[in-house]
């Protein structure tokens, strides 16, 4: 099984355009991923911003459906919420066609080849 983690990916709007800025990053990532041909795409947490937590922009919102929604075409995608990431920000990516799974709360996936993953993201532990 060939499988590809992605995590910390702290997509920022301001940083995202000009040459070598991230939007050229994530498409270089997403090239290489898609050219790995992986049997699951698994993305760590921390998807924008670097305050705690934030609240992502359109812009970053953008970025991550433009590396995210090409890999769920060819394969399954997993995002798990990660502590940068405002709870609820993301939800709209299970609607997004092909295998995308977010999950912003532990839970086991079952996937549609047969074979599960479960998800442990990152958890206030304040908020116990």
Not at 16 to 44: F, K, M, T, W, Y
Not at 102 to 119: K, L, Q
Request: hydrophobic share 45%; with cysteine.
């Amino acid at each position: 099984m060939r499988v590809a983690f992605l995590t910390d990916l702290h997509v920022c709007s301001a940083k995202l355009s000009g040459p070598g800025g991230q939007a050229e990053i994530l498409g270089n990532l997403r090239e290489a991923v898609l050219s790995s041909h992986p049997d699951l795409v698994l993305v760590g947490g921390d998807l924008a911003g670097t305050t705690v937590p934030h609240r992502s922009s359109p812009e970053e919102r953008n970025a991550l459906v433009e590396l995210l929604a090409p890999l769920a075409e060819v394969t399954s995608v997993v995002v798990c919420r990660g502590n940068h990431d405002y709870p609820g920000d993301y939800d709209f990516l299970n609607r997004l066609r092909g295998n995308l799974f977010y999950v912003d709360a532990s839970e086991f996936i079952c996937m549609p080849n047969a074979w599960g993953v479960m998800v442990l993201p990152w958890i206030d532990r304040s908020a116990l």
